[in-house]
């Protein structure tokens, strides 16, 4: 690590002494408009340079663009991310050097979003450069309603290396590497010392004509006739409340397979469905699984899986705004 910025120190060292005797050779000569044009686009030039080399070698500001860490990030916070925490990238979505680590337990971490559809190389590197270098005011990476496309993705580290997590109602069970047995999230924070902000913002009742709603799809999907529908299933599901809006496709996709089960139990690929999703997502050695704060509201982990070490950006240090809220996100800073 010492090398390399040993390296950009003299790197730069010779730039600015080739900068200071160009200036002295222009003094002696006849300013034109054109002369002065050209040096304030080299100033320009060398400003974005160094604000990109910043960017993408120390630390990078961030705007929080939904509300899937609510409370602890808002809707338009500002954030500092460390990009030396977690190694370093030779250049954006590039491969790591020099000393690297994956991300603890409970760390607040931005990751490239593995959903996220690239509308080309060319374009991905001018509106890096504008985002980098304008140290994130300018993003020209938004969809057709003028939206900012979630490239990077920011999350807390709920699961690491070995650990098994399942989700009933929404509800996350750890089975941490080395134990025999799932413990509600919420438990195993308590146990650990760890952060209490993971929460919930939907009643649990709310479930009950959820998964009706669910096993009622996978009913139909395996061609059971509205006739032969369950009485319990289609009464749990008309008492859907309209005023509640969430998706939990984890949740949703593990009652369907249920359904389709009572339809037809001798169905293989219903069972399989089940059994995988019912005993959860295994986090392999190198990677973490990512969850929003806000669990009922959060496109995370539950949807795309863990996400490998590789494609980890940085880690989120601290809130830079807005100014009445400025400060650290961990209970070690507050």
């Given at each position: 690590m010492d090398a390399f910025f040993d390296g950009v120190q003299a790197?730069?060292?010779?730039?600015?002494?080739?900068?200071?005797?160009?200036?002295?050779?222009?003094?002696?000569?006849?300013?034109?408009?054109?002369?002065?044009?050209?040096?304030?686009?080299?100033?320009?030039?060398?400003?974005?340079?160094?604000?990109?080399?910043?960017?993408?070698?120390?630390?990078?500001?961030?705007?929080?663009?939904?509300?899937?860490?609510?409370?602890?990030?808002?809707?338009?916070?500002?954030?500092?991310?460390?990009?030396?925490?977690?190694?370093?990238?030779?250049?954006?979505?590039?491969?790591?050097?020099?000393?690297?680590?994956?991300?603890?337990?409970?760390?607040?971490?931005?990751?490239?979003?593995?959903?996220?559809?690239?509308?080309?190389?060319?374009?991905?590197?001018?509106?890096?450069?504008?985002?980098?270098?304008?140290?994130?005011?300018?993003?020209?990476?938004?969809?057709?309603?003028?939206?900012?496309?979630?490239k990077l993705l920011v999350k807390r580290a709920a699961g690491v290396g070995g650990d098994t997590i399942t989700f009933v109602d929404g509800d996350a069970y750890i089975k941490a590497s080395g134990t025999g047995e799932y413990v509600l999230e919420e438990d195993f924070r308590a146990q650990n010392g760890l952060s209490t902000a993971p929460h919930r913002s939907i009643e649990k009742s709310t479930y009950?004509?959820?998964n009706a709603l669910a096993r009622l799809d996978g009913l139909y999907s395996e061609g059971v006739p509205s006739s032969q529908l369950p009485r319990h299933l289609v009464e749990d599901q008309q008492s859907l409340d309209r005023s509640v809006s969430f998706t939990d496709q984890y949740g949703y996709d593990k009652n369907v397979a249920i359904g389709r089960l009572i339809a037809n139990p001798a169905s293989d690929d219903a069972r399989s469905d089940w059994a995988r999703l019912n005993v959860g997502m295994y986090v392999p050695a190198g990677y973490v699984l990512p969850l929003g704060d806000n669990r009922d509201n959060s496109g995370d982990g539950r949807y795309f899986g863990p996400v490998s070490a590789k494609s980890i950006n940085g880690y989120v240090a601290t809130r830079i705004w807005p100014l009445g809220r400025i400060g650290g996100l961990y209970s070690a800073d507050v």
């Open positions: 790197f730069t060292e010779r730039w600015l002494t080739k900068r200071k005797a160009m200036k002295v050779a222009k003094k002696n000569k006849k300013r034109t408009v054109l002369s002065e044009a050209l040096e304030w686009l080299d100033a320009i030039v060398f400003a974005v340079f160094v604000v990109l080399l910043i960017n993408q070698f120390l630390f990078q500001f961030f705007i929080i663009p939904s509300p899937s860490m609510q409370n602890t990030l808002l809707v338009g916070d500002r954030v500092m991310v460390s990009k030396l925490t977690y190694g370093l990238e030779v250049f954006p979505e590039g491969p790591k050097i020099l000393d690297s680590r994956l991300p603890d337990r409970d760390e607040i971490i931005t990751f490239y979003n593995p959903q996220y559809e690239s509308k080309g190389t060319l374009f991905n590197l001018v509106s890096t450069i504008l985002y980098m270098g304008t140290f994130s005011l300018v993003n020209i990476d938004v969809d057709e309603n003028g939206n900012m496309r979630e009950v004509w959820y």
